[in-house]
């Protein structure tokens, strides 16, 4: 299997790739198209602020590569956040593959949300075998609303979306990478997808 994760500068890419290894595979790093598009499955990670972050995805021209991926794709924390239609943070147009926007955590919860949540309301293949009230590691001042698309839950003041899905398309808020073993359930569970 050709796992690929992208490669623009906007990620925490060695633990993903550390935690594939661990999984009995191996992912190369890449922001070359042809790679890409190639790949049996893509991880799109993304740690940092989102216009820049998009900055870089439009000067290789990987803006308008993702949306037009047709295998399964993975998108990992600002990665799920910039699959959406636009973030607040840096006032920032998004890829447009879900169909929501991302907005700041209100000023009543201590901003970033560091640490250990529970997710609920699991409704994907991303989630088999993992239980209700399992505990992810979320790094983040931002979130995506529960929508139609929304596959997980957390709550953080409010209930916000930590997992997305459309069509071949996945997000995670939460990093799997950093998520112990539900994690690595995860990051297997997509690779198998």
Not at 30 to 56: H, L, N, R, T
Not at 102 to 114: A, E, L, M, S, T
């Given at each position: 299997?050709?796992?690929?994760?992208?490669?623009?500068?906007?990620?925490?890419?060695?633990?993903?790739?550390?935690a594939?290894?661990?999984l009995?595979?191996?992912?190369i790093?890449?922001?070359?198209?042809?790679?890409?598009?190639?790949?049996?499955?893509?991880?799109?990670?993304?740690v940092?602020?989102?216009?820049s972050?998009?900055?870089k995805?439009?000067?290789?021209?990987?803006?308008?590569?993702?949306?037009?991926?047709?295998?399964?794709?993975l998108?990992?924390?600002?990665?799920?956040?910039?699959?959406?239609?636009?973030t607040?943070?840096?006032?920032?147009?998004?890829?447009?593959i879900?169909?929501?926007?991302?907005?700041r955590?209100?000023?009543?919860v201590?901003?970033p949300?560091?640490?250990?949540?529970?997710?609920?309301?699991?409704?994907?293949p991303?989630f088999?075998g993992?239980?209700?009230?399992?505990?992810?590691y979320?790094?983040?001042?931002?979130y995506?609303?529960?929508?139609?698309?929304?596959?997980?839950?957390s709550?953080?003041?409010?209930?916000?979306s930590?997992?997305?899905?459309?069509?071949?398309?996945?997000?995670?808020?939460?990093?799997?990478?950093?998520?112990?073993?539900a994690?690595?359930?995860?990051?297997?569970?997509f690779?198998?997808i």
């Amino acid at each position: 299997m050709k796992i690929v994760i992208i490669n623009y500068g906007a990620g925490n890419i060695q633990s993903i790739k550390f935690a594939i290894q661990r999984l009995g595979y191996e992912a190369i790093l890449s922001d070359d198209p042809k790679e890409i598009q190639s790949a049996d499955k893509v991880i799109f990670p993304g740690v940092g602020e989102a216009s820049s972050a998009m900055q870089k995805l439009k000067a290789s021209g990987l803006d308008s590569l993702i949306p037009d991926l047709k295998q399964p794709v993975l998108g990992i924390c600002l990665g799920m956040q910039l699959m959406c239609n636009y973030t607040e943070e840096g006032d920032t147009e998004g890829l447009g593959i879900f169909d929501t926007d991302v907005v700041r955590f209100h000023k009543d919860v201590k901003v970033p949300q560091i640490g250990w949540n529970q997710i609920t309301s699991l409704k994907s293949p991303l989630f088999q075998g993992i239980s209700e009230d399992e505990y992810i590691y979320l790094v983040h001042s931002y979130y995506a609303p529960v929508t139609d698309e929304t596959i997980a839950q957390s709550s953080y003041g409010i209930s916000y979306s930590t997992a997305l899905q459309k069509d071949n398309f996945y997000g995670t808020q939460f990093h799997p990478e950093k998520s112990s073993t539900a994690g690595e359930k995860i990051l297997s569970n997509f690779l198998s997808i």
